[in-house]
């Protein structure tokens, strides 16, 4: 179909340069009402965000994916129209990475498929690399998965340059999705980005707006409710989220005199960093969704693009983008890295858990079992 922003192809689909990201319609301490979230998905798809991001485990189990096809239920007329990237292979209590079990992956896929009805599942990945087995080893079990017919494509997430040389020669890599933001744009990043670029595999940029940071969206750490995950990010802890509210600061300024909000410029910086960036934001508002999608079409100059960079080269970010252990399973190779443990100089085996209860109204972080 036509669309209102610049394209690229994903899984052999041409979709929009600005996806959505639907994480936060299930995976938050307050979801909104089902029908909220049809006008923001619906407002989202229309300004011509056509490929989205969801997972199995965002929120209870299976929520977000059942949201989804609610949605196409209601608005069957949209299904040919979107291409759907589900992230998967975890266990849905303690988000531990399971790649290495291909028994699991095929029931996630299978109960997946089963809620979707007839909508195909477009392109499935690993949220998170299991450090139980190697990329070879779990990139196979995908393979031998999509053979089966159970999704068209391979996807990737958080992984580093070597793991997806490693998973290239498996499979063709349809995206990979990776933090990437005015926030988060350190060398590992920045290496996947030009390796994205010069294999011509498309990026889904998650957190493309520095989880809230760019929208201005809280003006101090005691704002962030009870029960977000935020909370939990050394970013947006005492000093050092004031230290990173200096960057939006800057940010404001360049906005300001290009005639954009300051989200749009950070969303238009990123499509602007290759030919196959697709930011996900996420949001639940029809009018901000579209402010966002718009973005794609937005282009900065090289002076603006020069002063951005000339910020970046000079601020440091305080804080890391996820607690503790959780950094072992970013841009991560499984066979080499282990990272830390809730105590320190323990290997991690588990992912983040954002929340554990069906109503995501406690904060807690998962670690092998341990909670903390």
């Known amino acids: 179909m036509s669309s209102p922003i610049p394209q690229v192809s994903v899984a052999g689909h041409q979709v929009g340069r600005m996806g959505y990201g639907l994480m936060q319609l299930t995976w938050t301490p307050t979801p909104p009402p089902e029908e909220e979230s049809f006008k923001a998905i619906k407002a989202a798809a229309d300004a011509g965000a056509t490929c989205w991001s969801t997972a199995t485990f965002y929120g209870p189990e299976f929520a977000n994916i059942r949201l989804i096809a609610n949605f196409f239920k209601k608005y069957p007329e949209y299904k040919e129209k979107i291409v759907l990237v589900v992230k998967g292979g975890a266990d849905y209590t303690s988000i531990a990475p399971k790649g290495n079990d291909i028994d699991f992956l095929r029931s996630d896929l299978k109960k997946t498929q089963e809620i979707l009805g007839d909508k195909k599942i477009d392109v499935y990945s690993l949220a998170r690399l ?31 340059v070597e793991s997806l040389e490693k998973a290239q020669k498996i499979t063709p890599v349809a995206i990979i999705e990776i933090e990437v933001s005015l926030f988060s744009f ?55 989220f004031y230290e990173n509210l200096k960057l939006v600061d800057k940010l404001d300024e360049i906005a300001s005199k290009k005639g954009v909000n300051t989200s749009q410029l ?76 809730p105590e320190g100089g323990v290997p991690a085996r588990g992912l983040i858990v954002h929340c554990l209860n069906d109503r995501c109204d406690k904060r807690s972080l998962r670690f092998d079992g341990v909670t903390t």
């Open 130 to 160: 299991s450090h139980d087995a190697t990329v070879e080893e779990q990139f196979n079990n995908l393979e031998t998965l999509r053979k089966e017919g159970l999704f068209d494509a391979v996807g990737a997430s958080e992984m580093s």
């Open 266 to 341: 950070a969303l238009a910086w990123i499509v602007g960093l290759s030919d196959y960036t697709i930011p996900i934001p996420g949001s639940s508002k029809p009018q901000r969704a579209i402010e966002n999608t718009q973005a794609a079409g937005i282009k900065l100059t090289s002076e603006e693009n020069k002063t951005i960079s000339d910020i970046l080269d000079t601020f440091e970010v305080s804080g890391t983008r996820y607690p503790g252990a959780g950094m072992a399973h970013l841009v991560s190779d499984s066979s080499s890295y282990t990272g830390l443990g």
């Open 186 to 240: 350190e060398k590992s990043i920045r290496d996947v980005v030009a390796w994205s670029s010069t294999n011509k595999v498309p990026i889904f940029a998650y957190s493309p707006l520095g989880r809230g940071f760019l929208t201005r969206t809280y003006k101090s750490p005691e704002d962030i409710p009870d029960g977000d995950f935020k909370k939990m990010i050394p970013r947006f802890q005492g000093e050092a």
